[in-house]
């Protein structure tokens, strides 16, 4: 078992919709980080969180510490918020990362 | 724009060559990371450097060696390149370390033939 798994592994949504992405993780962290991979290739860091709620914009990302979970949420989605989404937590120095949500926005 | 720069965006090159790559961290980072992103591997952590001292180690090959000069910047090398090592190389930077957050540069894809 994967020390950081994520779920959907991909999906696809209309433009509008409430988007929630999950990640679970199984050891003691210091941080979780939710990155974004555009179809380019490039990683954009949308938060960092290490306990309760962030906002930025449309993006909300929570942690629960006790239950080893976070959750990404996209609120009025659109087209241009395709991309991979990628947890990943904080450990001793290292990052590991799940292996990412394909979530694609449909006009 | 993240700050961070790496050069080569793009290498080509053939099995039991050597590589190396280069990443200038955003002005006042301290901390370098590296990773490696593959088909089959997903995102992988290679090593950290922070003012020039390793700092963290993960899944580094042995052939694969890095150092951050005084100046900051960091190089990865790549030796006895096989067709298993082609994949995408991203460098980040911290201010610190710890639990700062991470700035990534754009990537350097690598392929071996």
């Known amino acids: 078992k994967n020390e950081v798994e994520q779920s ?14 999950n990640c679970s ?30 906002k930025h914009g449309r993006l909300i990302a929570t942690i629960n510490i006790q239950e080893k979970h976070s959750s990404l949420h996209i609120t009025a989605s659109h087209p241009r918020d395709s991309a991979v989404y990628i947890c990943a937590v904080r450990r001793n120095e290292k990052l590991t990362f799940g292996t990412g949500t394909r979530l694609t926005i449909i006009p | 724009d993240s700050g961070v720069t790496q050069t080569p ?44 001292e390793e700092r963290a180690k993960g899944n580094i090959l042995e052939r694969f060696s890095a150092q951050q ?26 201010v610190t370390g710890g639990s700062n957050e991470q700035f990534f540069g754009p990537g350097t894809r690598l392929t071996v033939l």
Request: with cysteine; proline share 4%.
């Open chain 1, 8 to 21: 959907p592994q991909n999906l696809t949504a209309q433009e509008g919709e409430f988007i929630t992405i």
């Open chain 1, 25 to 54: 993780y199984s050891v003691g962290i210091s941080a979780l980080h939710w990155l974004q991979q555009h179809p380019g290739g490039g990683i954009v860091s949308l938060f960092m969180l290490s306990s309760g709620k962030k």
């Open chain 2, 9 to 52: 965006k793009h290498l080509i090159t053939a099995t039991g060559q050597r590589v190396t790559l280069r990443c200038s961290p955003r002005s006042g980072d301290l901390s370098v990371y590296w990773y490696q992103q593959s088909l089959d591997q997903g995102l992988q952590f290679l090593i950290q450097y922070y003012n020039g």
């Open chain 2, 69 to 94: 000069f005084p100046d900051l910047h960091s190089e990865l090398n790549l030796s006895s390149l096989e067709l298993g090592d082609s994949a995408l190389y991203f460098c980040a930077s911290s």
